[in-house]
């Protein structure tokens, strides 16, 4: 039962953009929402506000997901103090990038990328996986983007980021997929969100979409709150795209 009022999911990223969809759609199809942040506390409280006026369960919680002593910190305590709680749905959904071509790429730059995108997501994956595995039910959706399936000029560590998520998506979902949990992922393309506000020529890519136009945050959290329902039962180790025809997969 994915979608029982007493299951709790965990979206990382949760404070803005993609995230904070998730977090608002899977709180209306009745989860209670860990409201994942780092820096963006205050954000994160207004979504759990958000969550909270419209009927539903949250908590915030706060750490770097690049931070493996933060997140067992972090998830222990609250999963100490909340007994009655389980984690049945994981959403790594925080990402950052830090784009430009690989002559002129900092150790730095390539390093905090996979730190946060690659290193987070297997943090997070190995923390709840054994907590799921004694339930024997879950579902983790992996947030990764066109860039991993295609690759990028500019985001060779961002695109490399990404493909390790698809990769251990794969891998998992055959790992676990005989004790009932469910590990898939979710490629968007350009959806119009902070993040890809910095992407120069952004409107030279918008004329190669078929559909004309860049996706919205609520365009992804829909396919994610499909990939954790019943109706995506027999789902596991996919990647969906969602990137309006960009690169049909
Ligand atoms: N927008 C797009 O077109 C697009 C396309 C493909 C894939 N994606 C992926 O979708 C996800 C969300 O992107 P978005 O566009 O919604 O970006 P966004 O608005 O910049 O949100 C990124 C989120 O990641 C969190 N985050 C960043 N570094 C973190 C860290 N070290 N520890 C914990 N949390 C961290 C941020 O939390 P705080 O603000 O609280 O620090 C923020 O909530 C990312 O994985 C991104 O790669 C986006």
Same mark, same amino acid.
């Given at each position: 039962?994915?979608?029982?009022? @007493?299951?709790?999911?965990?979206?990382?990223?949760?404070?803005?953009?993609?995230?904070?969809?998730?977090?608002?759609?899977?709180?209306?199809?009745?989860?209670?929402?860990?409201?994942?942040?780092?820096?963006?506390?205050?954000?994160?409280?207004?979504?759990?506000?958000?969550?909270?006026?419209?009927?539903?369960?949250?908590?915030?919680?706060?750490?770097?997901?690049?931070?493996?002593?933060?997140?067992?910190?972090a998830l222990n305590a609250?999963?100490?103090?909340?007994?009655?709680?389980?984690?049945?749905?994981?959403?790594?959904?925080?990402?950052?990038?830090?784009d430009t071509l690989l002559g002129v790429m900092t150790d730095e730059a390539f390093d905090s990328v996979m730190k946060t995108n690659a290193y987070g997501a297997f943090y997070l994956m190995r923390w709840t996986v054994r907590r799921m595995l004694r339930r024997r039910r879950g @579902?983790?959706?992996?947030?990764? @983007?066109?860039?991993?399936?295609?690759?990028?000029?500019?985001?060779?560590?961002?695109?490399?980021?990404?493909?390790?998520?698809?990769?251990?998506?794969?891998?998992?979902?055959?790992?676990?997929g005989s004790r009932g949990i469910r590990v898939n992922a979710v490629a968007p393309g350009f959806i119009e969100t902070e993040m890809i506000q910095t992407i120069p020529g952004l409107e030279e890519f918008k004329k190669r979409i078929p559909l004309g136009r860049f996706g919205t945050a609520q365009e992804v959290a829909g396919v994610v709150s499909f990939l954790c329902s019943k109706d995506a039962a027999y789902m596991t180790g996919t990647t969906l795209s969602v990137n309006g025809g960009l690169y049909p997969a």
């Open positions: 039962m994915e979608t029982a009022t @007493s299951t709790t999911a965990l979206v990382t990223g949760a404070s803005s953009g993609i995230g904070k969809a998730i977090a608002l759609r899977l709180a209306a199809d009745g989860f209670k929402i860990l409201v994942h942040c780092n820096k963006g506390l205050e954000r994160a409280e207004a979504v759990r506000q958000e969550i909270l006026a419209a009927g539903g369960k949250a908590e915030v919680v706060q750490f770097d997901v690049a931070d493996k002593e933060a997140i067992e910190a609250y999963f100490d103090a909340h007994k009655d709680e389980h984690l049945d749905v994981l959403i790594n959904n925080a990402g950052i990038h830090s @579902s983790i959706v992996n947030m990764a @983007s066109l860039a991993g399936q295609t690759g990028n000029p500019g985001q060779f560590n961002y695109a490399a980021s990404k493909a390790a998520l698809i990769a251990m998506t794969k891998t998992l979902a055959m790992e676990i």
